[in-house]
């Protein structure tokens, strides 16, 4: 399966800031995925991401607190803007291999 | 529309015990069924999957389910808990292709293992 690598692992960030999750896979895939996993919690589907095209959100997910990129076949980013403590969680990025999906390790992020 | 429940949110077994985590879908189309495992402080890990054909599948760290579909299930099972065993397993539902590959996951069932 594809190595799926995510930078920063955790970060504690002001509220009011922004900050980018970087995604970078060892092969090329069409479709990638942000996910969102709030303490606790199961996952949630932020958005699909597939490069050439925007971003198709989720509900209740929205471009302007969640821009994604999607530059080529093997990067994404994802921004969480205008952080507040709710927005505290795992954000994890995950790639499609045929009828799977594989995670990274997420990105654990702190808002005080 | 597909869905999943996980029966437990917490389990508790003795190491050497057997291991029997609670998944039940809901699914409209030919259900794929998978679970995954996260440790303390790191993403999910693929334990198993079932597509297609036999019923029983085999996963990594001696873990197994079956896929009943009279019963909507796909329990995963371990004959005997090992300390390292004791994480957050999360159950997921997705479908081939053509019905839209969406991935529905379980609440998720927190395993400890005791001494």
């Known amino acids: 399966s594809a190595v799926i690598s995510q930078k920063p692992s955790r970060d504690i960030c002001q509220r009011g800031t922004s900050l980018t999750i970087q995604c970078q896979v060892d092969s090329q895939v069409t479709m990638m995925f942000w996910y969102r996993q709030q303490p606790g919690q199961s996952l949630t589907l932020i958005a699909t991401?597939?490069?050439?095209?925007?971003?198709?959100?989720e509900s209740g997910f929205v471009i302007d607190k969640f821009p994604i990129s999607r530059p080529n076949l093997t990067f994404s980013t994802l921004t969480v803007s205008n952080m507040s403590p709710e927005d505290s969680s795992i954000y994890l990025c995950?790639?499609?291999?045929?009828?799977?999906?594989?995670f990274g390790e997420g990105s654990w992020l702190t808002v005080v | 529309a597909q869905s999943v429940t996980q029966l437990g949110s917490h389990v508790s077994v003795s190491e050497g015990a057997l291991v029997l985590l609670r998944c039940n879908y809901s699914s409209s189309v030919p259900p794929y069924l998978f679970w995954y495992v996260q440790y303390p402080n790191q993403g999910l890990q693929l334990l198993l999957k079932?597509?297609?054909?036999?019923?029983l599948v085999k996963g990594i760290n001696g873990f197994e389910a079956e896929f009943k579909k009279s019963e909507t299930s796909f329990h995963l099972t371990k004959p005997s808990a090992h300390m390292s065993d004791a994480a957050e397993y999360f159950c997921a539902v997705s479908a081939p292709r053509n019905y839209g590959q969406n991935f529905v996951f379980g609440p998720g069932t927190r395993l400890s293992v005791l001494p």
């Open positions: 995950s790639v499609s291999e045929g009828n799977t999906i594989y």
């Open positions: 991401a597939n490069q050439g095209s925007e971003a198709t959100y």
């Open positions: 079932y597509t297609t054909g036999a019923t």
